[in-house]
């Protein structure tokens, strides 16, 4: 049988209604609703708030395996008391400085291979001003450290003479030793000296980077370190330091890090600098606290740390400016600060500060 045309549309409006019907028994999807703006469109954006984090979370302690990771504390006020850097015909990039007994300051003005005296008010009293290489003259290629011992006498890194020249209280040339070359005994480029109580020396040096110790007449005794970036190696060391424990702190330029050894020279722990690990450590010093100061030579400020590497603080200058690439750190008998600064060409003295 044939359906007529007006008949199949009729079916087929029927079938299509009931669809329809069907339908809308599902839930339905509300669609939605505009919202409209609660500011004009021209409006400024507010910036989201600043987040303050605490700088009171506690640094933890670093390991033999691990570098410390330290956060910073607000830096303490270091009051300057003066500044160094006329006297006389102004220096040019001073190094090494160390403090005596009687708090008179010496100053390795490197670049004008000299050696200055002065008291704790800064009045020069004495200069050892020849370049060469008899005794008292010096030759210290812009770099070298000194230090002292307990009965004031004065060892100074001769670097450009490959030799460490030794004075009395006096300023008088008592004795020398050492030569170019890798045997005991010898220099390459030496630049770190410190005394430890029992009065030996030791002196870092990055041309043979290991860590040389004499007794106090100039008598190799051991050594220790080797080259490369292991625990207990070197790159470029420089800075070195004795605590009263005779241990032995050795900071090294290049490996960007900072390692303990016990007196016999075995390797403890090391870190990194903590404001950032990529930190070049050059001086180190230790204050009668305990407490070590350590130059961060390429970004001008020193840190200071516990014995055991516990980030204290940093500090970047005093009222007068930053640091300019500091070198090395002293300290007087009234706990006031040295810091030498070879591209401020000026060494500068603050107040102890006021740390934990």
Same mark, same amino acid.
């Given at each position: 049988?044939?359906?007529?045309?007006?008949?199949?549309l009729?079916?087929?409006?029927?079938?299509?209604?009931a669809?329809?019907?069907?339908?809308?028994?599902?839930?339905?999807?509300?669609?939605?609703?505009?919202?409209?703006?609660?500011?004009?469109?021209?409006?400024?954006?507010?910036p989201?708030?600043?987040?303050?984090?605490?700088?009171?979370?506690?640094?933890?302690?670093?390991?033999?395996?691990?570098?410390a990771?330290?956060?910073?504390?607000?830096?303490?006020?270091?009051?300057?008391?003066?500044?160094?850097?006329?006297?006389?015909?102004?220096?040019?990039?001073?190094?090494?400085?160390?403090?005596?007994?009687?708090?008179?300051?010496y100053?390795?003005d490197? *670049?004008?291979?000299?050696?200055?005296?002065?008291?704790?008010?800064?009045?020069?009293?004495?200069?050892?001003?020849?370049?060469?290489? *008899?005794?008292?003259?010096?030759?210290?290629?812009?770099?070298? @450290?000194?230090?002292?011992?307990?009965n004031?006498?004065?060892?100074?890194?001769?670097?450009?003479?490959?030799?460490?020249?030794?004075? @009395?209280s006096?300023?008088?040339?008592?004795?020398?030793?050492?030569?170019?070359?890798?045997?005991?005994?010898?220099?390459?480029?030496?630049?770190?000296?410190?005394? @430890?109580?029992?009065?030996?020396?030791?002196?870092?040096? @990055? *041309?043979?980077?290991?860590?040389?110790?004499?007794?106090?007449?100039?008598?190799?005794?051991?050594?220790?370190?080797?080259?490369?970036?292991?625990d207990?190696?070197f790159?470029?060391?420089?800075?070195?330091?004795?605590?009263?424990?005779?241990?032995?702190?050795?900071?090294?330029?290049?490996?960007?890090r900072?390692?303990?050894?016990?007196?016999?020279?075995?390797?403890?722990?090391?870190?990194?600098?903590?404001?950032?690990?990529?930190?070049?450590?050059?001086?180190?010093?230790?204050?009668?606290?305990?407490?070590?100061y350590?130059?961060?030579?390429?970004?001008?400020?020193?840190e200071?740390f516990?014995p055991? *590497?516990?980030?204290?603080?940093?500090?970047?200058?005093g009222?007068?400016?930053?640091?300019?690439?500091?070198?090395?750190?002293?300290?007087?008998?009234?706990?006031?600060?040295?810091?030498?600064?070879?591209?401020?060409?000026?060494?500068?003295?603050?107040?102890?500060?006021?740390?934990?």
């Amino acid at each position: 049988m044939r359906w007529k045309r007006p008949i199949l549309l009729t079916i087929l409006l029927i079938f299509t209604l009931a669809g329809c019907t069907a339908g809308e028994t599902e839930t339905a999807v509300p669609t939605p609703p505009t919202i409209e703006p609660t500011q004009p469109a021209t409006a400024t954006a507010v910036p989201p708030t600043a987040i303050t984090l605490s700088t009171n979370t506690p640094a933890p302690t670093p390991t033999a395996t691990q570098e410390a990771t330290m956060t910073p504390t607000p830096e303490p006020t270091f009051t300057e008391l003066f500044a160094i850097e006329d006297a006389p015909n102004s220096l040019k990039d001073p190094y090494g400085i160390a403090v005596d007994s009687q708090d008179n300051l010496y100053v390795l003005d490197a *670049g004008k291979n000299r050696l200055l005296k002065f008291d704790s008010a800064s009045n020069l009293l004495q200069t050892w001003d020849t370049k060469g290489s *008899g005794e008292g003259e010096f030759n210290s290629l812009g770099f070298g @450290d000194i230090a002292i011992d307990g009965n004031d006498n004065l060892f100074v890194v001769d670097n450009g003479n490959f030799r460490i020249q030794k004075f @009395d209280s006096a300023g008088q040339f008592i004795t020398q030793w050492g030569s170019e070359g890798l045997r005991n005994g010898q220099f390459q480029r030496a630049i770190g000296i410190a005394i @430890d109580a029992a009065g030996n020396v030791y002196v870092s040096d @990055d *041309g043979r980077p290991e860590i040389q110790i004499f007794d106090n007449d100039g008598n190799f005794l051991r050594k220790f370190g080797s080259r490369g970036t292991g625990d207990g190696q070197f790159q470029h060391p420089t800075g070195i330091a004795v605590d009263a424990d005779g241990n032995v702190y050795v900071s090294d330029y290049e490996n960007k890090r900072v390692q303990k050894f016990d007196a016999e020279g075995n390797f403890l722990l090391s870190w990194s600098m903590a404001v950032n690990s990529t930190g070049t450590p050059e001086g180190i010093a230790i204050d009668a606290h305990g407490r070590l100061y350590i130059t961060d030579y390429d970004r001008s400020r020193v840190e200071i740390f516990t014995p055991d *590497g516990v980030f204290i603080t940093s500090w970047e200058g005093g009222e007068n400016g930053r640091f300019a690439r500091p070198v090395a750190i002293a300290f007087d008998s009234e706990g006031n600060v040295y810091v030498s600064n070879q591209s401020g060409n000026n060494v500068r003295k603050f107040a102890p500060p006021p740390l934990p």
